[in-house]
């Protein structure tokens, strides 16, 4: 743009303005219907995943333990992996709230 038409923009400091402005969202319980169905449903689904994790967990041991007495050493490694895999996934399943909660208050910090 040139010099002449420079009076067409708006200052600096108007558009940083436009860019932190504020909308004033933030989250609030209550302001739909069927909030408590769907903490509901999510509780649920976090039950069936603890519930299979705890059947993955000694699915994966026991192959561990059967490949290591029969000298499968493929299937001892598959067990360790998926002895591992279910640690991790019963830590994020039992961590989901925990973890929700710390970065929506580390986000609503951000100014």
């Keep these: 743009m040139s010099p002449a038409f420079s009076f067409l923009r708006p200052p ?7 860019l932190a402005y504020d909308p004033g969202v933030s989250p609030k319980g209550g302001g739909l219907p069927g909030l408590e169905v769907l903490r509901s ?30 000298g499968g050493h493929q299937a001892e490694a598959n067990g360790k992996k998926g002895a591992v895999v ?26």
């Design 12 to 18: 600096l400091s108007d558009r940083v303005t436009v």
């Design 41 to 70: 449903v999510v509780n649920s689904i976090n039950l069936f995943g603890i519930v299979a994790v705890v059947g993955a967990l000694a699915v994966s041991l026991g192959v561990w333990a059967w490949g290591h007495h029969t």
């Design 86 to 111: 279910s640690a991790g996934a019963a830590l994020g399943l039992g961590a989901a709230n925990g973890i929700v909660a710390f970065f929506s208050t580390l986000g609503s910090q951000v100014q």
